[in-house]
């Protein structure tokens, strides 16, 4: 049976009788907070305009950002759009797991699901829990991240529950995402030009292996520069607005945060020449030499996939603490570093 929160939402364990409940609640238009892999999400059933407009309200998720399809098997995927072959080479490589590919829509597909274009976003989710939802409730799942639109993403039902608990319904808990950032987006609909909008965990390298031909990548500032997407523009696919995956709490970003070992008092550390105070905080990639109330860091070593699965957690918790600014360190040193980046500098626009 569920747990009983403190708000309306309520918290449901993954067993086979409450996953039932749940494909049912799916089936008939409502809405539940999902585990995945990457980060949870708000799913409703994709194919159902009705619930597809529930998403948006609950989340205050303008229309011109569109959603992610989850499916359970390959025959979803051929009912929703038209794949090609890259498209099929690169799931047979890396689904189930963190890669949305954007593919032409076919007509069975909502406008309101597509941002009124003419091509749908489509993923094959590993987690185990809610591949068991999929299959049960027999049809394609819209699931954006289950959070206030712009809002960090949450990567456990507590989060979910803190923000969309008076919003929503039901919520099934299957742990901490593993991953903790979004996944890969790579736009498909012309497989001679294919191009990476959105870095996540599997990078563009490796699908540049997979396809046998160059990838496109994002530009690295495009998240702040000309290039970015406009919030007034219907967008291909999600996470490309300019200031996304944000804190309340101003983020600023670093290179690298030096630290001060000298007759400074405890806690304090220089970013840039900026000295730092109690009511700033300074979040490392590994653990710092320094110890005070208001540093904190990511990884005991420094590991990517540590940083990437604890990041949206920890500006969560910092952005509770009453912090007037919150100090970065940006990611080097590997693939995954991309993604971490492009998070952080989208949590840092203005």
């Given at each position: 049976m569920p747990m009983k929160l403190s708000r309306r939402a309520r918290l449901f364990r993954p067993t086979p009788r409450n996953l039932a409940f749940l494909a049912a609640r799916l089936q008939a238009g409502e809405l539940v907070a999902v585990p995945t892999e990457t980060v949870y999400g708000l799913a409703g059933d994709a194919l159902n305009p009705a619930a597809c407009r529930k998403i948006f309200k609950a989340k205050g998720?303008?229309?011109?950002?569109?959603?992610?399809?989850?499916?359970?098997?390959?025959d979803q995927l051929h009912e929703l759009c038209v794949p090609n072959a890259a498209a099929l080479g690169l799931a047979r490589k890396f689904w189930p797991g963190p890669l949305t590919l954007i593919l032409p829509k076919l007509p069975i597909v909502s406008d309101l699901v597509t941002a009124g274009k003419d091509s749908v976003a489509v993923r094959m989710p590993s987690h185990?829990?809610?591949?068991?939802?999929?299959?049960?409730?027999?049809?394609?799942?819209?699931?954006?991240?289950?959070?206030?639109f712009g809002?960090?993403?949450p990567t456990t039902a507590a989060h979910v529950?803190?923000?969309?608990?008076?919003?929503?319904?039901?919520?099934?808990?299957?742990?901490?995402?593993?991953?903790?950032?979004?996944?890969?987006?790579?736009?498909?609909?012309?497989?001679?030009?294919?191009?990476?909008?959105?870095?996540g965990a599997i990078s563009a390298a490796?699908?540049?292996?997979?396809?046998?031909?160059?990838?496109?990548?994002?530009?690295?500032?495009?998240s702040a520069g000309k290039a970015s997407a406009s919030a007034a523009v219907a967008q291909v696919a999600p996470g490309m607005l300019a200031r996304h995956y944000s804190p309340h709490t101003p983020v600023v970003l670093h290179d690298r945060i030096e630290e001060i070992a000298s007759d400074k008092k405890a806690g304090s550390v220089r970013t840039s020449g900026v000295s730092a105070g109690d009511k700033e905080a300074y979040l490392f990639l590994r653990r710092p030499a320094q110890k005070g109330?208001?540093?904190?860091?990511l990884d005991e070593r420094g590991s990517l996939k540590g940083i990437a699965h604890r990041l949206f957690a920890m500006l969560r918790l910092l952005d509770t603490q009453g912090f007037t600014r919150i100090h970065v360190e940006q990611a080097t040193g590997g693939p995954l570093a991309a993604?971490?980046?492009d998070r952080l500098r989208r949590a840092a626009a203005r």
């Amino acid at each position: 049976m569920p747990m009983k929160l403190s708000r309306r939402a309520r918290l449901f364990r993954p067993t086979p009788r409450n996953l039932a409940f749940l494909a049912a609640r799916l089936q008939a238009g409502e809405l539940v907070a999902v585990p995945t892999e990457t980060v949870y999400g708000l799913a409703g059933d994709a194919l159902n305009p009705a619930a597809c407009r529930k998403i948006f309200k609950a989340k205050g998720r303008p229309t011109n950002d569109p959603l992610i399809v989850h499916v359970h098997s390959l025959d979803q995927l051929h009912e929703l759009c038209v794949p090609n072959a890259a498209a099929l080479g690169l799931a047979r490589k890396f689904w189930p797991g963190p890669l949305t590919l954007i593919l032409p829509k076919l007509p069975i597909v909502s406008d309101l699901v597509t941002a009124g274009k003419d091509s749908v976003a489509v993923r094959m989710p590993s987690h185990p829990v809610f591949r068991r939802l999929l299959k049960l409730a027999g049809r394609p799942l819209a699931a954006p991240s289950a959070n206030p639109f712009g809002y960090i993403s949450p990567t456990t039902a507590a989060h979910v529950a803190d923000n969309l608990g008076k919003k929503i319904a039901y919520i099934l808990d299957g742990g901490a995402a593993q991953i903790g950032l979004e996944s890969t987006i790579v736009d498909l609909r012309d497989p001679k030009r294919p191009a990476v909008l959105r870095p996540g965990a599997i990078s563009a390298a490796e699908i540049a292996r997979v396809l046998r031909r160059p990838v496109a990548e994002p530009k690295r500032n495009s998240s702040a520069g000309k290039a970015s997407a406009s919030a007034a523009v219907a967008q291909v696919a999600p996470g490309m607005l300019a200031r996304h995956y944000s804190p309340h709490t101003p983020v600023v970003l670093h290179d690298r945060i030096e630290e001060i070992a000298s007759d400074k008092k405890a806690g304090s550390v220089r970013t840039s020449g900026v000295s730092a105070g109690d009511k700033e905080a300074y979040l490392f990639l590994r653990r710092p030499a320094q110890k005070g109330p208001n540093i904190f860091w990511l990884d005991e070593r420094g590991s990517l996939k540590g940083i990437a699965h604890r990041l949206f957690a920890m500006l969560r918790l910092l952005d509770t603490q009453g912090f007037t600014r919150i100090h970065v360190e940006q990611a080097t040193g590997g693939p995954l570093a991309a993604a971490i980046n492009d998070r952080l500098r989208r949590a840092a626009a203005r």
